[in-house]
């Protein structure tokens, strides 16, 4: 196990294209998000390629991040004393989840593998070493990634590499669901799990109730941190602030739900409770935190994943705030 970690953190930049860190008002929410007491972001972002089956991954220049709007955001971000976790991502342009990139297991599928892997290593190591010049704190090297997974051999080559970039912490960020599908994760310092578990059992569900939705869970996954010896870190959390979302905590997309702050606050409040004291849990990176935040009177009417100005936003900041753990 590595030394004692832990990262009071929320997601912020995701969804915002070229130029959008640099604009006051991402500045004036990176100050807002600091005032919830969290002391780290991941800093997210993507890049596309075209479809699941392509084989190359570019930069467009129309949407993705800059690497001066990158350094722009990680020094504003240590301005306000937050440590930085760089976070590229890839989406797929047609629409399909970026877990179905892959290809056949078969003769042909070997060559798409390998120059998939190619440009994906290509990719990765070109935020590594924006991340060692900016001094990022840790970097993530995938994201729920779950077709390629399985491709041990590609992976562990990728990690070398980046070890030679970078020498800060590693972390992947796998999927809920699929801890048993990564078999290299003694390769990285951390387990990074998307932990969008459906915990409660109905909408508008109890605390109570979602402890034990949590109390289900904790088992496989301090199981998986015993196997490889490492902490676990949610490098994704969260549900919208709609009825229902908690037995959904992934949904972005059903507008139709109404507003339920109760529900939203129930889900982190039983996330921090069931893992906050657990010896092999490393922390929270919450999803996810807007460069550009509503008004604070809107907080009321706001059904997606974003805490400002309501309870959920009060529940993190009493335990970002009023708990001992100490951070990297």
């Known amino acids: 196990m590595t030394s004692r970690s832990f990262f009071k953190g929320m997601t912020f930049g995701w969804g915002a294209k070229r130029g959008e860190y640099r604009q006051p008002y991402a500045v004036d929410s990176l100050r807002k998000l600091r005032e919830t007491g969290s002391e780290w972001i991941a800093l997210s972002f993507w890049t596309y390629q075209d479809r699941v089956y392509s084989t190359s991954i570019t930069f467009d220049y129309g949407y993705t991040m800059t690497d001066r709007d990158i350094a722009f955001a990680v020094k504003e971000a240590k301005a306000q004393g937050l440590k930085v976790c760089l976070k590229p991502v890839v989406n797929s342009r047609d629409g399909i989840w970026r877990a179905h990139i892959g290809f056949p297991d078969d003769a042909k599928g070997a060559t798409y593998w390998d120059e998939w892997f190619e440009s994906y290593t290509n990719f990765v190591c070109h935020y590594a070493e924006l991340a060692e010049e900016l001094g990022c704190e840790m970097f993530c090297i995938g994201c729920e990634m779950v077709r390629t997974e399985a491709k041990s051999r590609y992976w562990r080559a990728l990690i070398e590499k980046v070890r030679g970039i970078y020498s800060g912490p590693i972390i992947y960020n796998g999927n809920h669901g699929k801890e048993e599908g990564i078999d290299w994760f003694d390769a990285v310092d951390f387990i990074g ?22 109390a289900a869970q904790k088992p496989k996954l301090a199981a998986l941190s015993r196997k490889f010896g490492k902490p676990v870190v949610f490098m994704e959390i969260g549900c919208r602030s709609a009825l229902g979302c908690a037995t959904m905590p992934w949904d972005f997309e059903h507008d139709e739900l109404p507003f339920h702050e109760e529900e939203q606050a129930n889900f982190y409040q039983s996330a921090l409770q069931s893992f906050w004291d657990e010896p092999w849990f490393a922390g929270f990176f919450w999803w996810d935190w807007s460069t550009k935040l509503y008004e ?20 993190l900041k009493a335990y970002y705030a ?7």
């Open 322 to 328: 009023g708990k001992k753990r100490v951070g990297v």
């Open 296 to 315: 604070l009177e809107e907080a009321p009417a706001n059904r997606g994943f974003d805490i400002y100005g309501k309870k959920a936003g009060d529940v």
């Open 193 to 214: 799990m998307s932990a969008y578990y459906p915990v409660a059992k109905q909408p508008g569900d109890s605390l109570a109730s979602m402890l034990e939705g949590w």
